[in-house]
Structure formats: structure tokens, C-alpha cells
């Protein structure tokens, strides 16, 4: 009893019973749940939990958690048992709908010590969680972060929680040190900034960083402009691409996205400098860094969604959409400027793959102008999925900078969302899922800018004589079949090549069969075998906690999607 109020105490600046009422009805996906717990305003602050029925000072191997840091996210710590812990997530500031991004260390751990940590409050029931995603973890000695094993890793629904969904994972600290657990690869503003003071020390002449304004906590929003200095010249034609990330604080993949853009276009790479030649990009890398440096999902630190306010920004609420739609306007509306593109970055929670949220409109041809890029894409980028990608104008999205632009800017701009999955993607040709790292959303960030030669060349803006080298996209579902059916036809001697023309007129057969090996080498739609129903973390998994084979961080990563049910 006394420790258990020990810990209220040390937490109790951290709970308030009242409730934002800054509420936004819709989100860009999944399920959302307001439910009647308290709000946490704050994160734990090197906070040692004691056990349950300790009594006398903290011991070695009573954990201490903390989030007081950049992006960090921890709310609340509520001990179970002496190796389990429930796991409070921190609403976002303002808005207690959203609770989905986790950022947190653990230390004073003996080594070989095994505990079990519960995720238990979150806002969204339709997670790829389902799907085999697993948190990521990094220690002092080991800073690169990597993904659980997901075999270790359960989503269910929790009778001891009255039914809702929580995440459970064990582990070992198997060396005693700092460790850090998120819900996926962090990407801070100050890592931003660091990176942004590297790039302007070396004075590229290409390169162009500007102050385009301030948060309300006073936090830069930087602008940077990349193209050839002939280009930026006064009364000189432009041909504009400008690109945002990060409306979203807890979408991290969208700035790896945006670094791997970044960091394409200030290479010596060909293509690179072929597209500085004719293209001035512009780049807005994180459009909310108080969302982002306060560890928030979704929201500004004034619990607003940012990308449902771009019909009519506020310059003292949402300060950073504000300026970027002035600038946007006054490229549009410039006699000097094609602004071609627009493209926002985000990371998606319930889909895989990296793809495409377009509009639709009522001119044919603005129409087939949109579908233009993201084919391009789906040819240029292997873990893109032209199946994912979508057009519409719902009247839900009309406050997203992607339905809001397409509106207001002239008809030649092209505005699209880019998502890229939070857990992997897959391909016709995979077993499973490929789970994205660090590196390899920067790599979709390369492949994303590349994509451009293509489009400036497929509309005659770069001519064919200044490519460094012939471009060769990837072959199109209906490319693989033909080259089946040609490769079958081969095989096949010609009395019964004959024999099937004779029976399938125009060699339909054959083309049949190319179409059912490719339907077999699909992977199907993937089940929620992650989720299983009636189960408790406290009965179930300190009942087997014993008899299981868990591992530490330097575990294999190895990832399934087979069903697996938790009992």
C-alpha cells in the first residue's frame, strides 16, 4: 500500500480529469477511441516503478522509465507484477483523441532480467499490429535501432481491459544499459536541424536554406530550395516541385522519405544534376516542429490537426500551414513559375507499401494527367503499389493540403498525398512481408526523385540527348505476362504450339495460363492473425512466461505473417 502510493504521488502532476475539447471527427485512417480515462499531460520523468507489496528504498532491477526527452511519449507506468508492467501512452498535448506514437528508455535493469510490457491505452483498434509490426529498440551500446522478433509480439483484446486492444511484448535486457523502445524509427526535429547545418556549412551553390517562418513556440520552419543558380535568376522561367513532410508528427517515415529527397538532390549523382539542370525543388521538411518535438501523433501543441486546416489557416494557430499556403499561392500566381507538382509526405498505419492519395475532377483530362506519376512510379519504385493508390474527392478530405490545393491552384498542378507504410511492403514475387528500416525509407526517398527524369522526360521538359544513359523502367503486370506467354510459347514444341492456337483462338490459352501462375505468385490478402480475442496479458503471459524462449535486442529478426493466435 505504501509504495503504491508512492508511485500515485510521483505521478500525480501528470494526470488531469479534464477534457480538451479541441476534437476533430475524422482522421486520415483507421479507428480512433475516446474512452473515459483520465487525461495525461505530461511524460514520466525518471520514474522507478516498485513493485507491488515492496516495502524499503528502490533496489537494483526496479526499472526506471523515461520520456522527458525530444519526441518522447510515455504517460503513465502501472506495475502488475514484479515483471510486468502496463504502459500508458501520453495523448497527444491538447487532444486526448490521439494516443498512438510511444517513445520511452528503461534502465537500472539487472542483466538477464526478463520483463513483460503491455501497451495498453491505444486510439486506434485497426493497427498493423495485426500484421506482424513490432516496436523498435536501440541500447547505448547498440544505436541502431531494429524491430522486435514479431513471433514475441501480441495484439489482443484484453478482458482485465474491459475488451480493448492492447500490445504486449517480453523481453530480456540482456546487458545493463540504456535501452529505448518506439513505435517506429524516430526522426527528431534536432536531428533535422543538425542535418540542415551540415548541408549550409558546405555552400553548395545549388542548395538555398531561408527561414520561411516560425511555430508557435517559435521553432524554424525551413525552406529549402535545390536547383541549378541559372534557374533561380531573376525573370527565368521555373519549372517548380515542392514537397512537405511531417504535418504529422508521429509519421516519422515521411522524414526519412524526405531526407532520402534531400539528399538525392544535393548528390553529383547524374541524374541528380540533370534534374537541378532543369527543375528548382522546393522543400519544406517538417511543417509541424512543436508536434514534433513534443512527441505527439497527430497534432499541433495546440491539439489541432493540421491537415484539416489548410482550407483557411490561422496565422496564430497553425502558423506553419499559414506561411506554406502563402508561398504556394505566390508560386501559383507568379508569371515565372510552373508549379507542376505538390506532394505531401505520410506514413500510413493499417496499409503496406509505399502509395499514392490523388483527386478526381470532372475534365477527362485532368483526370489522366493525375494517373500520369504515380504509374511512372509504380515503374521506377519496387515497393510501390499502384493497387494502394487512390483518387477521389471525398468532402471528409477537403481540409488535407492534397483536396485544398487541388482547388485553389492553378489546373496544371499536380497534387498528390504520398503514404508509405509504418511496418513494410510486399511484392508479387515475396514470401511475406519486407519490413522497412531507416535506410530503406531513405532509399524510397532516392527512388521517389528519380521518378522525376522520367515524368520531365515523358512530357519532353529534358530531352532524350541529355540523359547520362538510357532509362529502363520496371516491367508492368501486363509486360510479365506478355513475357510468359512468349517464354511458354518457346518451350512449347510447335506441333503443339499448333494444336494450342487450334483450340484457343488468338492464343488465348496460353495468355490464360500466364494469368494463373502470376494470380498464384500473389500474396493474399493478410489476416488478423495477431489479434486474438479473450486472452489477458496477466493470466496468459505470466502463466507461460516461464517456459518461453524470449530474447533480448540482439535477437534474429524474423518476421511472419502466417496466423499465429496467442493462445
Known amino acids: 500500500m505504501k509504495i503504491s502510493i508512492q508511485v500515485q504521488i510521483k505521478q500525480h502532476r501528470r494526470i488531469s480529469t479534464s477534457r480538451s475539447p479541441l476534437f476533430d471527427n475524422e482522421t486520415e485512417t483507421g479507428e480512433d477511441v475516446i474512452d473515459d480515462q483520465d487525461t495525461m499531460v505530461g511524460n514520466v520523468t525518471n520514474l522507478q516503478v516498485l513493485p507491488p507489496y515492496h516495502y524499503g528504498p528502490a533496489e537494483k532491477g526496479h526499472l526506471c522509465f523515461d520520456a522527458a526527452f525530444e519526441s518522447g511519449n510515455l504517460g503513465r507506468v502501472s506495475p502488475v507484477s514484479d515483471e510486468e508492467f502496463d504502459l500508458f501512452i501520453r495523448p497527444d498535448t491538447c487532444n486526448a483523441r490521439y494516443r498512438v506514437w510511444f517513445y520511452f528508455s528503461v534502465s537500472n535493469m539487472l542483466k538477464g532480467q526478463r520483463v513483460i510490457f503491455n501497451i495498453v491505452n491505444f486510439s486506434k483498434t485497426k493497427s498493423l499490429f495485426r500484421e506482424g509490426m513490432t516496436p523498435v529498440v536501440k541500447s547505448a551500446s547498440r544505436p541502431k535501432w531494429q524491430r522486435l522478433p514479431s513471433k514475441q509480439c501480441f495484439y489482443y483484446r484484453s478482458p482485465r481491459k474491459q475488451g480493448e486492444y492492447i500490445f504486449t511484448f517480453p523481453f530480456v535486457f540482456d546487458v545493463d544499459e540504456l535501452y529505448y523502445f518506439a513505435y517506429c524509427f524516430p526522426y527528431t526535429y534536432t536531428e533535422l536541424q543538425a542535418y540542415l547545418d551540415v548541408l549550409e556549412s558546405q555552400n553548395l551553390p545549388y542548395l538555398r536554406r531561408e527561414l520561411l517562418g516560425v511555430s508557435v513556440q517559435q521553432r524554424r520552419l525551413d525552406l529549402l530550395t535545390i536547383s541549378h543558380p541559372a534557374n533561380l535568376a531573376d525573370h527565368v522561367q521555373q519549372r517548380v516541385v515542392f514537397f512537405t513532410a511531417r504535418v504529422h508528427p508521429g509519421e516519422t517515415p515521411a522524414s526519412f522519405i524526405c531526407h532520402g529527397v534531400i539528399q538525392f538532390l544535393v548528390s553529383q549523382h547524374s541524374l541528380a544534376i540533370l534534374l537541378r539542370k532543369y527543375i528548382v525543388f522546393k522543400i519544406v521538411p517538417i511543417l509541424n516542429p512543436d508536434g514534433v518535438y513534443l512527441g505527439n501523433y497527430r497534432c499541433s501543441l495546440m491539439g489541432y490537426d493540421l491537415n484539416r486546416q489548410w482550407t483557411d489557416p490561422s496565422p496564430w494557430a497553425h502558423p506553419t500551414l499559414h506561411t506554406t499556403k502563402s508561398l504556394l499561392t505566390s508560386l501559383d500566381t507568379s508569371q515565372n513559375v510552373d508549379l507542376d507538382f505538390y506532394v505531401d509526405i505520410h506514413a500510413h498505419s493499417t496499409l503496406m507499401n509505399a502509395f499514392m492519395f490523388g483527386n478526381t475532377f470532372d475534365e477527362g483530362s485532368r483526370v489522366e494527367q493525375q494517373s500520369v506519376f504515380p504509374k511512372l512510379l509504380s515503374m521506377n519504385v519496387e515497393d510501390f503499389s499502384m493497387g494502394n493508390t487512390c483518387f477521389n474527392r471525398d468532402q471528409i478530405k477537403s481540409g488535407t493540403s492534397r483536396r485544398c490545393l487541388a482547388q485553389e491552384l492553378g489546373a496544371n498542378t499536380l497534387c498528390y498525398t504520398l503514404e508509405v507504410s509504418f511496418f513494410g511492403w510486399m511484392t508479387n514475387s515475396s514470401n511475406g512481408v519486407i519490413p522497412y528500416t531507416a535506410e530503406a525509407y531513405t532509399k524510397l526517398g532516392r527512388n521517389l526523385t528519380q521518378a522525376f527524369v522520367h515524368y520531365y522526360k ?105 496466423s499465429r493466435k496467442f493462445l
Open 458 to 562: 515523358f512530357r519532353g521538359i529534358i530531352p532524350e540527348q541529355a540523359l547520362p544513359y538510357p532509362l529502363a523502367l520496371r516491367p508492368t503486370h501486363r509486360d510479365l505476362m506478355k513475357m510468359m506467354q512468349s517464354k511458354s510459347r518457346q518451350s512449347l514444341p510447335k506441333q503443339a504450339e499448333s494444336i494450342d492456337k487450334s483450340r484457343s483462338p488468338r492464343g488465348k490459352a496460353s495468355m490464360g495460363s500466364s494469368c494463373s501462375l502470376l494470380s498464384a505468385s500473389k500474396p493474399g490478402k493478410q489476416k488478423n492473425s495477431r489479434a486474438s480475442g479473450n486472452s489477458d496479458s496477466s493470466s496468459v503471459v505470466s502463466e507461460k512466461f516461464s517456459k518461453m524462449k524470449v530474447t533480448g535486442i540482439n535477437a534474429p529478426i524474423e518476421l511472419r505473417t502466417r
